[in-house]
Structures are given as C-alpha cells and as structure tokens.
C-alpha cells in the first residue's frame, strides 16, 4: 500500500477496497449486465445463476488487479512511469 500511496493513490481508497473484501460481492467493479453478456457469447450457456456471474466478475477483477499490479512493480524496477507491454508480459510469463 506504501507504494500504491508512493505512485499517487489515496489511500481514504484504499481502505475502501479492504472495506469491499467484507461486504462480499455485492459491490463489483465491473458491471454486472456485460459480465452476463460475454459469458453469453459462448452458444452453450443459455442461463445463469446470479451468484455464478458475481463470482466470475469477482475473479476478472482479481485478475486484473494482479495484472496491473505485477506490471506496476515491473515499471518500478526498470524505473519508468509508463507501463509497457514487456511489463505486462513479464508479469504473466513468470
């Protein structure tokens, strides 16, 4: 977080996202309704339950954030302010 606060973010923000770890999935990042509609665009699925795309949301969101994460770090170490997309990839090959 140290970082995070380092790099420009609020940590008042911060604190919120640990707030969202206790209150579950209600409050997602990513919209719902087009959650449902990519997992649609597979001709199999015709219907889901509301819990199976919360939790597909919640783990896009943990992807991303890792991602981003591991590309931040990766900028850090080669002492950039943009991240690029060797970071990116580093951070997935490794």
Same mark, same amino acid.
């Given at each position: 977080m140290k970082?995070?606060?380092?790099a420009g973010?609020? %940590?008042?923000? %911060?604190? %919120?996202?640990a707030d969202d770890d206790e209150k579950g999935a209600e409050e997602l990042g990513l919209p719902l309704a087009r959650v449902k509609r990519i997992m649609k665009l597979d001709k199999e699925v015709k219907n889901m339950q509301v819990d199976a795309s919360k939790c597909v949301a919640k783990c896009a969101e943990?992807?991303?954030?890792?991602?981003?994460?591991?590309s931040f770090?990766?900028?850090k170490a080669n002492k950039r302010k943009t991240i690029?997309?060797?970071d990116v990839e580093h951070?997935?090959?490794?």
């Open positions: 970082e995070y606060e380092e973010g609020d %940590a008042a923000h %911060a604190d %919120a996202d943990l992807f991303i954030e890792s991602l981003v994460e591991g770090h990766g900028m690029k997309y060797n951070h997935v090959l490794r």
